[in-house]
T-cell receptor, first 112, second 114 residues
Framework: DAKTTQPPSMDCAEGRAANLPCNHSTISGNEYVYWYRQIHSQGPQYIIHGLKNNETNEMASLIITEDRKSSTLILPHATLRDTAVYYCIVRVLNNAGNMLTFGGGTRLMVKP | NAGVTQTPKFQVLKTGQSMTLQCAQDMNHEYMSWYRQDPGMGLRLIHYSVGAGITDQGEVPNGYNVSRSTTEDFPLRLLSAAPSQTSVYFC?????????????FGPGTRLLVL
């Protein structure tokens, strides 16, 4: 799976959009971009994933650049409960049970 | 649905003791996996299973055994606990829905080996 690079920490004001970047310059054509987050001491939680088109769900939006070498996770109106470590993971989807490879992630602090 | 459940929540062991961490899921998922998370680090894969009777090693399998006799359960056994195995252990399960595959994590087991 391709390696990802994320800033170690970011701050965001409550109610503002949080934009979390991820660099994956060695991504292959069949690799998806996944985002998970881990709120303090809890198990990781799935947020969103995409291949090349931008994606949106009830939690967030995922913007993938046209060359797919980077992406941005957008939390449109961050709340204090969004304070967590956010992991960007690039992986191939297949039925051989390809598991997740976690890096260091970005620690997002949402401040009042 | 209870989702993914793990027991115990906390455990203290002495060096050399053995124990089994339990993981169960009620979503009929084929895939299950075990990760460990050391302080300030991301999760690392220990073992995984793609179905009952099938298991394989992940990134850090040494010192751990797994078995998958049923779809629902995937226990992790520590053979002879060492202080280096002090960590938080997460179990996860997933299945395929078309091209969608999402992993669901349990709440974790916090293990301290003295």
């Amino acid at each position: 799976d391709a390696k990802t690079t994320q800033p170690p920490s970011m701050d965001c004001a409550e109610g503002r959009a949080a934009n979390l970047p991820c660099n994956h310059s060695t991504i292959s054509g069949n690799e998806y971009v996944y985002w998970y987050r881990q709120i303090h001491s809890q198990g990781p939680q799935y947020i969103i994933h995409g291949l090349k088109n931008n994606e949106t769900n009830e939690m967030a939006s995922l913007i993938i650049t046209e060359d797919r070498k980077s992406s941005t996770l957008i939390l449109p109106h961050a709340t204090l409960r969004d304070t967590a470590v956010y992991y960007c993971i690039v992986r191939v989807l297949n039925n051989a049970g390809n598991m997740l490879t976690f890096g260091g992630g970005t620690r997002l602090m949402v401040k009042p | 649905n209870a989702g993914v459940t793990q027991t115990p929540k906390f455990q203290v062991l002495k060096t050399g003791q053995s124990m089994t961490l339990q993981c169960a899921q009620d979503m009929n998922h084929e895939y299950m996996s075990w990760y460990r998370q050391d302080p300030g680090m991301g999760l690392r894969l220990i073992h995984y299973s793609v179905g009952a009777g099938i298991t394989d090693q992940g990134e850090v399998p040494n010192g751990y055994n797994v078995s998958r006799s049923t779809t629902e359960d995937f226990p992790l056994r520590l053979l002879s606990a060492a202080p280096s195995q002090t960590s938080v252990y997460f179990c996860a399960s997933s299945s395929w829905e078309g091209v969608q595959e999402t992993q669901y994590f349990g709440p974790g087991t916090r293990l301290l080996v003295l």
